[in-house]
């Protein structure tokens, strides 16, 4: 497709378990990013990739969030021992990898409801 | 740190009524700033954006004023429509940060009635 996706649209899990949240980026973007939002909020970074490496990650709240990008295509957000309080929206985004004014395409989002 | 401030919704308006949202945001030297739209089911989109000080950006009949002095960039439209209900949220994506982290507001859910 043209557009970001992102799988699965939807993930209930039980307290303590971990999970994984996958996004395709646009074909050719190099930036790629991830933010989570909760209910009635705006969306809030958490991390950011320029190819393959991490280039800022100031936005994970803790160490039971990672993600990789291994081939500087799809990445993985990874959730360990999650929490009620990791209830939220995640949602990816990409850009052609300019700074400043390119415009950060998002997709649908992965809904997220830990029981 | 760098923030935006947007006004609490829910706004609800009657077709063709005038709408103001504003915002305003505070950050170091001069961000870009942008309007995004969420319509119900769908994800993000960007509506209008600015890159400098008195800078407009229009899309779809919106338009926002990037103004230094007020450090403000409201969006309006001069006549809604139904198909304008949706979520609006103000960013900005700051030099200082590597141009690239985006700072949203909370959001304002605008509610049009035919």
């Known amino acids: 497709g043209a557009g970001v996706s992102q799988t699965p649209s939807n993930k209930v899990t039980e307290k303590g378990k971990y999970v994984e949240l996958r996004c395709d980026p646009i074909?050719?973007?190099?930036?790629l990013y991830w933010y989570r939002q909760s209910l009635g909020q705006g969306p809030e970074f958490l991390i950011y990739?320029?190819?393959?490496?991490?280039?800022?990650d100031s936005g994970l709240p803790n160490d039971r969030f990672f993600a990789v990008r291994p081939e500087g295509s799809v990445s993985t957000l990874k959730i360990q021992r999650t929490e009620r309080g990791d209830s939220a929206v995640y949602l990816c985004?990409?850009?052609?990898?300019?700074?400043?004014?390119?415009?950060?395409?998002f997709g649908p989002g992965t809904r997220l409801l830990v029981l | 740190g760098n923030s935006v401030t947007q006004m609490e919704g829910p706004v609800t308006l009657s077709e063709e009524a005038f709408l103001t949202i504003n915002c305003t945001y505070t950050?170091?030297?001069?961000?870009?700033l942008f309007w995004y739209v969420q319509y119900p089911g769908e994800g993000l989109q960007l509506l209008l954006k600015?890159?400098?000080?008195?800078d407009k950006g229009s899309n779809k009949g919106f338009e926002a004023t990037y103004r230094k002095e007020t450090t403000s960039f409201h969006l309006e439209k001069g006549s809604v429509q139904v198909s304008d209900s949706a979520v609006y949220f103000c960013?900005?994506?700051?030099?200082?940060?590597?141009?690239?982290?985006?700072?949203f507001g909370a959001g304002t859910r605008l509610f049009v009635k035919a």
């Open positions: 960013a900005l994506r700051g030099m200082d940060t590597g141009g690239f982290k985006t700072i």
């Open positions: 950050a170091t030297g001069y961000p870009s």
């Open positions: 990739f320029q190819g393959t490496g991490a280039a800022d």
């Open positions: 600015a890159t400098k000080a008195d």
């Open positions: 985004a990409s850009s052609s990898g300019l700074a400043g004014v390119e415009t950060q395409y």
């Open positions: 074909s050719g973007h190099t930036a």
